[in-house]
């Protein structure tokens, strides 16, 4: 079992920054994707940033440019650098794991292939 635990959400101006951070408990797989979904109430978790296990990294369009995705496995430890945040960024922020993905890109992969989910962190952005 593969626990994931997120921080650093809080309530920030627009324009401002934020580092969330995923801390996980040790990975062996050879193949993975590990990505950060957002949701709003009501509505359907969104994955806006993702990283295979070979570094790539691929972002949803109204992130591109403002958020960057990276990884630490040194520190088991699973980053999103959002900047110049907008209202429109309010949600709560998850990390999630899908061992065993093989591909090149998997942000736009559903919710479902993932095994894995952290508790989530709020990000409230105002303008």
């Known amino acids: 079992q593969v626990r994931l635990v997120e921080s650093g959400g809080e309530s920030v101006q627009a324009g401002g920054s934020l580092r969330l951070s995923c801390k996980y408990s040790?990975?062996?797989?050879?193949?993975?994707?590990m990505t950060w979904f957002r949701q709003l109430p009501d509505k359907k978790r969104e994955g806006v940033a993702a990283?295979?296990?070979?570094?790539?990294?691929g972002y949803i369009e109204a992130v591109k440019g403002r958020f960057a995705i990276s990884q630490d496995n040194t520190n088991n430890t699973l980053y999103l650098e959002m900047n110049n945040l907008e209202p429109e960024d309010t949600a709560m922020y998850y990390c999630?794991?899908?061992?065993?993905?093989?591909?090149?890109?998997?942000?736009?992969?559903?919710?479902?292939?993932?095994?894995?989910w952290g508790q989530g962190t709020q990000v409230t952005v105002s303008s």
């Open positions: 999630a794991a899908a061992p065993g993905y093989a591909g090149s890109r998997c942000v736009d992969l559903d919710s479902s292939y993932y095994n894995f």
């Open positions: 990283i295979v296990r070979t570094g790539r990294t």
């Open positions: 040790t990975i062996k797989w050879r193949s993975y994707c």
